[in-house]
Nanobody, 125 residues
């Protein structure tokens, strides 16, 4: 079973940057999908970005495209979410989720079997 440890949240001013890390254990990063989700107070959880190692594709929601970038370090079995030009509306608890995805079908949904504990991101002046 995949296990996930997230890190990297914090508080920044608008326009600032943060990098979230998602360390995955139990499997290598081959044929998996890893997604970042967020949930703001009083709002539903939403998908932020997703990487599918089966086909090499990376997906972003429109509101973060061009500001957020996912990357991976296979040697460390870790996926990163670099968040630049952060805005107050990015404030949320961010969750990393992962699952085996040999056919590249998980990105775009939230049917992941393993979830991290969440890390708070606060953007405020």
């Amino acid at each position: 079973q995949l296990q996930i440890v997230e890190s990297g949240g914090g508080s920044v001013q608008p326009g600032g940057s943060l990098r979230l890390s998602c360390a995955v254990s139990g499997f290598t990063l081959d044929y998996v999908a890893i997604g970042w989700f967020r949930q703001a107070p009083g709002k539903e959880r939403e998908g932020v970005s997703c990487i599918s190692t089966s086909d090499g594709s990376t997906h972003y929601r429109d509101s973060v495209r061009g500001r957020f970038t996912m990357s991976r370090d296979d040697a460390k079995n870790t996926v990163f979410l670099q968040m630049n030009n952060l805005k107050p509306e990015d404030t949320a608890v961010y969750y990393c989720a992962a699952d085996l995805d040999p056919y590249g079908r998980l990105c775009g949904g939230d049917e992941f079997g393993s979830w991290g504990q969440g890390t708070q991101v606060t953007v405020s002046s």
